[in-house]
């Protein structure tokens, strides 16, 4: 079955740059694009950044852009996220996401607090 499982993640200083990484199976890892999605307390999920198949990133949230880079391992089923200059409002958990035949599917989610 597909298992999503993030790492990364924790307390941050404002400022500093935030490393995820996913590890897919399950599936056909290097013909589906993945996701990073976040969920803040009281808030809804939001996508964060989407990598393509091919590795570029096509979509990503207006609160991260410029900050953000995403990269994929087709070989080792990876997927990364970095984000540059934590703010406070990234404060969220953190999802790796994959729609596989016709579901979305979801990682159990990485906590990151963003808090001096």
């Known amino acids: 079955q597909v298992q999503l499982v993030e790492s990364g993640g924790g307390l941050e200083q404002p400022g500093a740059s935030l490393r995820l990484a996913c590890a897919a199976s399950?599936?056909?890892?290097?013909?589906?694009?993945m996701a990073w999605y976040r969920q803040s307390p009281g808030k809804e999920r939001e996508l964060v950044v989407a990598?393509?198949?091919?590795?570029?990133?096509?979509d990503s949230a207006d609160s991260v852009k410029g900050r953000i880079s995403v990269s994929r391992d087709n070989v080792k089923k990876t997927v990364q996220m970095q984000l540059n200059n934590l703010k406070p409002e990234d404060t969220a958990v953190y999802y790796c996401s994959v729609v596989w035949s016709g579901r979305r599917y979801w990682g159990q989610g990485t906590q990151v607090t963003v808090s001096a």
């Open positions: 990598i393509s198949r091919a590795g570029n990133a096509f």
């Open positions: 399950g599936f056909s890892f290097s013909l589906h694009n």
